[in-house]
């Protein structure tokens, strides 16, 4: 079984960015926390970080054959980017949308999701916990 966590912009900066919306845990938190999880579930993870759109997709293409399952949290490249949409489309791989934040609490550009139309759950407001519950559903709920 094997995992493939993917964080887009921004989300290197967890810890320090408006930790009203995102937390106090730093990306390095966040990573450790993820593959212990991992590790007592014998889940064989690989985490992913990116500013950059294409480098996104990249990896999600690179996914195909080699990757059971996404976790996806794609930043604010959900909201704009058909790219990522089609890339989660084209391979075809079972994937679940996480965001930190409440998205839907917030701006009305947020209400927006392309991924989503490509995944099979979306959690958001769950802070870095939403993670984990990705991981967990897609191990064991689907
Ligand atoms: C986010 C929500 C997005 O709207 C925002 O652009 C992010 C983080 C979240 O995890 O809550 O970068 O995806």
Redesign the pocket.
């Known amino acids: 079984m094997k995992i493939l966590v993917i964080n887009?912009?921004?989300?290197n900066m967890l810890g320090i960015?408006e930790p009203d919306?995102?937390g106090k845990e730093t990306y390095q938190d966040l990573v450790a926390k993820i593959e212990n999880h991992c590790k007592q579930k014998n889940i064989d993870v690989e985490l992913f970080q990116s500013n950059h759109e294409g480098d996104l997709v990249d990896k999600i293409q690179q996914a195909y054959g080699n990757t059971d399952d996404i976790v996806i949290?794609?930043?604010?490249?959900?909201?704009t980017s058909i790219a990522i949409l089609d890339a989660v489309k084209s391979v075809n791989i079972p994937t679940v949308e996480?965001?930190?934040?409440?998205?839907e609490e917030?701006?009305d550009?947020?209400q927006i999701s392309y991924v989503r139309l490509a995944c099979v759950k979306t959690i958001?407001?769950h802070g870095t916990d939403?993670y984990l519950e990705a991981i967990d559903f897609l191990t064991e709920g689907k």
């Not at 887009?8 to 989300?11: A, V």
């Not at 996480?98 to 998205?103: D, G, Q, W």
């Open positions: 887009g912009p921004n989300l960015r919306h995102y949290n794609p930043g604010a490249y959900t909201h996480v965001h930190i934040s409440k998205v917030r701006e550009f947020r958001t407001g939403g």
